[in-house]
């Protein structure tokens, strides 16, 4: 009897995004029984996945992690607790499944039995047949070893992760070591509500319709009588013992994010070439900043002459909400891209950070294909973008066309090779021109000839003005709808 796993459980196990399972699903290639995959079937039409191949798909969750501006962590197993609580749900699930073969080898010895009996005398051999074959069958069923490998790997899945199922979207991701139930999901490119992080808001909270938690954190907010008894936990303060199913609403657009306030700290300053500099916020632990990947914010840095603000693209994923990384080039028109390059901002230094703004975001509800077209740090909320896909899955095939105008060049080129290396659904091309107008059209023609009718995508243009504007009204005339179409001036 093969076992069978969720969508999600099944592209882990295998390394693949989700989007590609359900596609071979819908194509027929692929069948699933009630949203589950069979493992003798995922063994057949991935034959070469086995246990030593788990370091390959240990380097793709690595550079998921260096993608995000993380530190690498080390990956950590559950609590002692909820390790123990899994390996004896495992054996109970063996002990329940060997009790469940007994069952039918006897029943099938029974039936073998009785067709011996009434079988006596059959001149056509038909009854004969059939126990031969009821025979070979029950042979197959207690002796194949053909998902054996796969069969190993996802019992160890199970035990070093839970499954958390989010109604009323079906969405599913997987939960790793301790973290809490928001972590993972925001890791996995989820839109959850939030506000601190830290069990003081209660703006996460959500119901628990099955599954078993166990809380990871002190929280000072108190949920009411009413709440505690239909089943609301806070998200951020808890971890998942078993797989889990809860009911929250994600955020689908701009318009359910709310807009916030916060005074954040100047983290880090770093160059990323000569003419760009990564300004790294950090939020206060207490209040982090919910947005969506692509969206930007308002900086207000006060000075002896008085407050100036500007507003920036964020270039880093909502995964990792405390952590606000911008892309600032030399020649970006404002006072605080002044202050930044003239040495006035500096480590620690106050910043007041008010957004989030615009709609430079992916569709929640499209699973189309993704064209992302950016010159110099048009390629800073690109990357926010880019990198909430990764961790969403939600696009089947998605690709980067980057032009640069100035000596900096593609300054994180060696991401997008890394992203390109890891992923096979993601390309990367970059281009050179010295002119973001004329660059703008030698990369929109090459882009055509490589996707050609461009209806099908959903296209997403970031840039300086002049380029912005050549490359929207090129992409529209290779036949890009303009209702697919996002454009964002930095």
């Known amino acids: 009897m093969s076992r069978r796993l969720s969508v999600a459980r099944a592209a882990y196990l295998i390394g693949v995004p989700r989007g590609v399972l359900q596609r071979m699903i819908r194509a027929g290639e692929l069948e699933a029984y009630d949203g589950q995959i069979d493992l003798e079937e995922l063994q057949r039409l991935f034959p070469s996945v086995s246990p030593e191949e788990a370091g390959a798909l240990e380097r793709v969750r690595t550079i998921r992690e260096e993608s995000f501006g993380r530190r690498v962590r080390e990956r950590m197993l559950p609590s002692q607790e909820v390790l123990a609580q899994r390996l004896f749900a495992q054996s109970r699930e063996l002990t329940e499944m060997r009790e469940m073969a007994q069952a039918y080898h006897r029943l099938v010895q029974a039936i073998r039995s009785r067709i011996d009996e009434v079988g006596e005398g059959d001149g056509d051999g038909k009854v004969r047949r059939l126990a031969e074959f009821i025979e070979r069958e029950l042979a197959q069923l207690l002796g194949s070893d053909s998902s054996a490998p796969l069969e190993a790997m996802a019992t160890m899945l199970e035990v070093i992760s839970a499954q958390v199922t989010v109604r009323p979207s079906g969405r599913q991701f997987l939960l790793e070591g301790n973290e809490s139930i928001l972590q993972a999901g925001l890791k996995s490119g989820l839109s959850f509500s939030y506000g601190c992080n830290s069990g003081n808001c209660g703006l996460c909270k959500a119901r628990m319709i099955s599954g078993e938690l166990r809380r990871i954190q002190h929280t000072d907010y108190t949920l009411s009588e009413a709440e505690r008894a239909q089943g609301y936990t806070l998200l951020c303060a808890h971890t998942a013992v078993s797989d889990v199913v809860i009911e929250t609403l994600e955020a689908s657009g701009p318009q359910d994010i709310p807009q916030q306030d916060i005074v954040c700290n100047v983290r880090a300053i770093g160059d990323l070439g000569a003419d760009t500099r ?213």
């Open 278 to 490: 990564l300004l790294h916020l950090q939020t206060p632990r207490s209040n982090r900043l919910r947005f969506l990947a692509g969206q930007s914010v308002t900086l207000g840095v006060a000075t002896p002459q008085g407050d100036v603000q500007q507003v920036f693209a964020l270039a880093s994923c909502p995964c990792d909400e405390r952590n606000l990384h911008i892309h600032v080039a030399r020649g970006q028109d404002g006072p605080v891209t002044a202050l930044l390059f003239g040495g006035d901002l500096k480590l620690n230094s106050p910043v007041n950070v008010r957004g989030p703004l615009g709609d430079f975001v992916i569709d929640a509800e499209s699973s189309r294909p993704v064209l992302f077209v950016a010159c110099d740090t048009g390629f800073g909320p690109v990357k926010s973008l880019i990198e909430h896909l990764i961790a969403s899955e939600q696009a089947e095939t998605f690709a980067l066309y980057w032009l640069a105008t100035g000596a900096d060049g593609h300054y994180l080129a060696n991401q997008c090779r890394a992203w390109e290396a890891a992923f096979d659904n993601f390309s990367f091309r970059p281009l050179h021109d010295s002119s973001a107008g004329g660059g703008a059209v030698r990369l929109i023609d090459v882009l055509h000839s490589q996707h050609g009718d461009l209806a099908p995508f959903d296209c997403f243009v970031a840039g300086p003005a002049e380029f912005v504007d050549t490359a929207r009204d090129a992409l529209i005339l290779e036949g890009a709808a303009q209702s697919q179409l996002r454009t964002l001036v930095v």
